[in-house]
């Protein structure tokens, strides 16, 4: 997919080739886009915030926050045209800055390394229910029989760190063996196929009975309801969903070719990746109020509700198998993205081969997993701030890390970067742009900060900042 001709324009071109299609990039950002975020997390962090309001305030991140922070990961990414370290150091000289822009990249290794470490640990979940539903354990499950399933498995360590360690060597598999191409392609049929089987459920969710109490709690808001701490939620949301904030999008962006439109190409992902999390929430809430559950059930949610949906239907062990392994796809290609920025640092900055680096730093995210495996079992009680190790992890690089990764980029491309530099890269400076540089130079930054400082401060009154 990757070719190594030079661009016409005689502008730098990446070491690495170049994307050879637009399609190839956008696949490329949907695999890393797509992912356990969109089915497995935006439902469950929605109900533990309440719903409606916590859906728009997401909706509102994605457009106004997260397309232009996308659009200025992708645009440096292209300029820079080297990893995401390299190329904000390069950018920040270029641009009459300074080189320690290159710290950037550093927050987003490590930001990447943190979200693999339990990123993994939930994949490692979707495996073992590829497992249980090809061995019928769901069909014509009751609600009760399926909660049983899903409790008596994570409250199981050892099974737990067995699926974690086996979805971190597949990672490690691939990413040694540079072979990421060969998913990219599964990208291609894996989320048309995941939207159809959604569409399937929407049906199944239609008729369950409850489909409108599903639809009131997505989209009733109640704003009096609504804390700092869930508009921070709404927010890390978005940024974990669009794999933006770490640089991910930017090393992609790297190898694109100068004629693709980023705006276009932004606007695509983005619009799947809301698709696929909105078409998830109305799956899934319709069967939670139909089958008596927790809306706010935490990280189980997904997996206590689409086995006894898929179980009811016919041909539910043959559905509920392809369900977990397209979601398993799916987790399997973010992760790759999620690994590249370490490994890509750990080959050029310490000279390891591609292979060494890819074990070293995988055996370093498992390890770090650790923590999440035995956050739902043998460490369940041990609990401070954000709630188990597992939330704590997820809520620092979601709503800490993510959106201040974010702020940066925006403020890099918005401020430092010259308007030249930019509208170059943005094709032109006609509306679209000016919209793009005014959400970039005052929108996204001033509305992370404040959020961040909203959320701070509710922290401060608990006595807990
Ligand atoms: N967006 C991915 C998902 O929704 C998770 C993710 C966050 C990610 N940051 C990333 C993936 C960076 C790749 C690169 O599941």
């Not at 922070?69 to 904000?88: D, Y």
């Not at 009975?209 to 890390?236: N, R």
């Amino acid at each position: 997919m990757l070719t190594n001709q030079d661009s016409d324009s005689g502008k730098r071109t990446s070491l690495h080739g170049h994307w050879s299609s637009k399609m190839a990039f956008i696949l490329a950002v949907t695999g890393s886009a797509v992912g356990l975020g969109n089915v497995w997390k935006f439902p469950y962090v929605a109900g533990q915030n309440g719903g409606g309001a916590f859906v728009l305030v997401y909706l509102g991140c994605v457009i106004l926050i997260g397309l232009p922070v996308m659009m200025s990961e992708i645009l440096i990414g292209r300029r820079g045209r080297r990893n995401p370290v390299a190329t904000m150091e390069l950018l920040g000289e270029e641009e009459g800055s300074s080189k320690k822009w290159g710290w950037l990249g550093v927050l987003g290794v490590v930001a990447g390394i943190f979200i693999l470490s339990y990123y993994s640990v939930i994949a490692g979940w979707t495996l073992y229910y590829i497992v249980k539903s090809a061995t019928g354990a769901f069909q014509s499950a009751d609600a009760a029989t399926v909660s049983g399933i899903f409790s008596s498995f994570v409250g199981n360590w050892k099974i737990v760190l067995f699926c974690h360690t086996l979805f971190m060597g597949l990672t490690i598999f691939v990413v040694a063996r540079g072979v990421e191409r060969g998913l990219e392609q599964a990208v291609r049929f894996m989320v048309p196929a995941l939207l159809a089987l959604m569409v399937v459920l929407l049906g199944y969710s239609m008729a369950s009975g409850s489909f409108g109490l599903g639809v009131a709690f997505m989209f009733t808001p109640d704003f009096d309801a609504l804390t700092w701490q869930s508009v921070l939620a709404a927010m890390g949301q978005a940024f974990f969903t669009l794999s933006i904030g770490m640089g991910a999008i930017m090393a992609y962006g790297a190898y694109l070719p100068e004629e693709t439109s980023i705006t276009g190409a932004s606007g695509a992902v983005v619009t799947a990746d809301t698709a696929i999390a909105i078409l998830a929430g109305l799956v899934i809430f319709p069967l939670v109020f139909a089958n008596g559950l927790e809306p706010g059930e935490g990280p189980g949610l997904v997996f206590q509700t689409l086995p006894l949906a898929l179980g009811q239907l016919p041909f539910g062990s043959f559905f509920s198998t392809l369900f977990f392994v397209l979601l398993s796809f799916a987790a399997w290609t973010s992760a790759l993205g999620l690994m590249e920025p370490a490994v890509a640092w750990a080959v050029e900055h310490h000279r390891k081969t591609r292979g060494q680096a890819a074990f070293l730093v995988g055996l370093l995210i498992w390890f770090i997993g650790l923590a999440s495996v035995f956050s739902f079992n043998l460490l369940a009680e041990t609990t401070f701030l954000a709630g188990t190790l597992f939330d704590n992890v997820d809520y620092l690089t979601s709503n800490i890390m993510l959106p201040l990764g974010g702020m940066v980029i925006a403020i890099f491309a918005g401020w430092i970067m010259c308007r030249n530099s930019t509208s170059e890269e943005l094709g032109g400076a006609g509306t679209l742009y000016k919209m793009w540089r005014f959400l970039a130079r005052f929108v996204a930054p001033v509305g992370i900060l404040f959020v961040l400082l909203q959320a701070v401060g509710l922290l401060d009154k608990l006595g807990l900042g």
